[in-house]
């Protein structure tokens, strides 16, 4: 039986009240890390205690194994609905669905009269997402109490309003104060200053930057150079998390990475073979499928060498087979790894919600962690807050586009300056008509414009001030002085385990006596840091 915290019991508490007072749906805010799974997982314990019957919700597979632990941790053994799932069990009291399953079970009679007629609860996990819009677009869970949890309430663009669902938002406990109390690690973080987005377009539907616009600015071969360099420099070594904008760019970041002798494997979603264009296609979508084609063959040769089935790369990754983790959208939520010393985010976007989650992953405590490194090259700390940042929610979003009038134009392979026509790489004439300025590809004839040659980034160490609220440009941390490692040890509220680890690096063993010496430590102390650091790769 797992004890609450006391800010899980007084969130369960105010779930309660929420309750008695006549809601019915409402979502709890809790931070990545904080234990939701352990909250739900009792309110789920305690519905069934008084007969009731609750259905929580989730999307990934992932989730589903770990809600099924939490519950049978209260004494509750839930029944499974996944695909496959065919008959009801009538006498359980708790159900734990796949979010797509029961979309197409509540289609049968039988399955959308049993919900109706049986659930009491509603329990929905990571509820920001827009999967379980459909529950709610239908009607299906007017008269139902809901209760939603995530860490991120909070979505962008053209989604479904948060507010047509829930009436109110409870927030529990802070990311500082989870530090504070050693529930969560601190962070080092490592960005670019004033990163150049303004060639990357605004997709509203997303809320986000597109995509395609994102790969064509980070691929590039000074870029994929740049991250293991940053990597070599400031946490080498350690145990990795990266996020990368699709599949082909995780891919390419994974064989850099392995140029350059370190362990790494990818995990993304299955990518499917391209369809091939119409014969009467305009000479656009040929070039376009010839990318795709190549890009496909990317993922075919590299799948066998580098990657394998999600459960496969993950168990490895957990037991420490290898450093380096790569993936591109899958590994946001549901995955728990206390393990993760480093998290880069190889990437940027506009969602606060995407942007903690990914973060996150490396928040959890682990034996012998002291914190974890944030490598930012997105700029996203500046636009969305760091890690330690106070958050504010809301059920209401700005739903405008960021792209509102006109969009800017050009005439297909003119130069700007000179007007002359231009022929690109493959030898292609540009057709001179006019197309969206932020094309890199004509859709018609297929010129492709010359890439400009991203610049090398070298990242900066980044001290998020909680009391000024202000982020500081510090020295590297391989450039401070010993005084000044001191003072930044205090200022982010480390574990002594980082400063050990810090001056065994710098002078090994001797300097650790030394500063020891100096510092009056006492002998258990210095044992201690000496028996730290020799665990040490």
């Known amino acids: 039986m797992i004890k609450l915290r006391d800010y ?42 008084k007969g ?37 069990n009538f006498k359980q009291t708790v159900y734990v669905a796949m979010c797509q399953t029961l979309r197409n079970r509540i289609k049968l009679d039988l399955w959308s009269k049993w919900l109706m007629r049986d659930i009491d609860l509603f329990i929905i996990d990571e509820s920001h997402k827009q999967d379980f819009n459909y529950l709610f677009e ?6 139902k109490k809901v209760i939603g949890f995530t860490a991120t309430p909070q979505r962008s663009g053209k989604m479904r309003q948060l507010a047509l669902d829930y009436e109110e938002i409870i927030e529990t406990i802070s990311v500082k104060e989870l530090v504070k109390r050693g529930y969560l690690v601190s962070d080092d973080y490592f960005g670019v200053t004033g990163a150049d987005l303004n060639s990357i377009k605004y997709d509203a539907k997303k809320g986000d930057y597109s995509e395609s616009d994102m790969f064509s600015r980070f691929n590039s071969p000074k870029l994929y150079a740049g991250v293991v360099k940053n990597w070599l420099e400031v946490a080498p070594n350690t145990h990795t998390l990266i996020f990368c904008v699709n599949i082909p760019h995780a891919i390419q970041t994974c064989e850099e990475f392995r140029k350059n002798g370190i362990e790494a494997k990818f995990v993304v979603s299955k990518m499917g073979n391209p369809k091939e264009p119409d014969k009467d296609a305009e000479q656009g979508a040929w070039t376009r499928y010839e990318e795709k084609i190549r890009l496909y063959q990317l993922y075919l040769d590299s799948y066998g060498k580098w990657s394998g089935t999600r459960t496969q790369i993950i168990d490895q990754f957990n037991r420490k087979e290898f450093d380096v983790l790569i993936n591109a959208s899958i590994l946001t939520t549901g995955f728990d790894c206390p393990a993760i010393e480093t998290v880069i985010v190889n990437r940027a976007t506009l969602s606060t919600t995407l942007w903690f989650q990914m973060i996150g992953r490396g928040s959890r405590p682990s034996f012998g962690k002291s914190h974890f490194n944030i490598l930012d090259f997105g700029d996203n700390a500046s636009r969305l807050g760091h890690y330690t940042s106070p958050q504010f929610w809301s059920l209401w979003h700005d739903d405008t586009s960021s792209e509102d009038g006109v969009a800017p ?38 010129f492709i414009y010359p890439k400009k040659e991203a610049e090398e980034i070298d990242l900066k160490t980044i001290m998020y001030d909680t009391m000024t609220r202000t982020a500081v440009v510090k020295k590297k941390i391989k450039d401070m002085t010993i005084k000044e490692l001191v003072e930044y040890h205090k200022m982010k509220n480390h574990k002594p385990p980082w400063l050990w680890r810090q001056l065994y690096f710098r002078g090994g063993v001797e300097l650790l006596k030394e500063f020891a ?11 201690r840091a000496i028996a730290y650091v020799s665990g040490l790769k």
């Open 8 to 49: 899980q019991s007084t969130a369960a508490n105010a779930i309660r009240r929420f309750f008695a007072k006549g809601g019915l749906h409402v979502i709890l805010q809790s931070p990545t890390g904080s234990g939701k799974t352990v909250i739900f997982s009792y309110i789920a314990e305690n519905a069934a205690l």
């Open 409 to 446: 134009i050009k005439d297909c392979g003119t130069d700007s300056k000179t007007g002359r026509v231009m022929t690109d790489k493959n030898g292609i004439q540009g057709c001179c008509r006019m197309i969206l300025a932020s094309y890199m590809m004509c859709p018609f004839c297929g």
């Open 517 to 527: 010496g100096q510092n009056i430590w006492k002998k258990g102390t210095l044992d």
């Open 138 to 143: 239908t009607g299906f869970l007017d008269k």
């Open 52 to 88: 009731k019957k609750v259905m929580v919700l989730t999307d990934r597979i992932e989730l589903l194994t770990q809600t099924g632990g939490t519950l049978e941790q209260f004494g509750v053994k839930p029944f499974f609905i996944r695909a496959g799932t065919k008959f009801i």
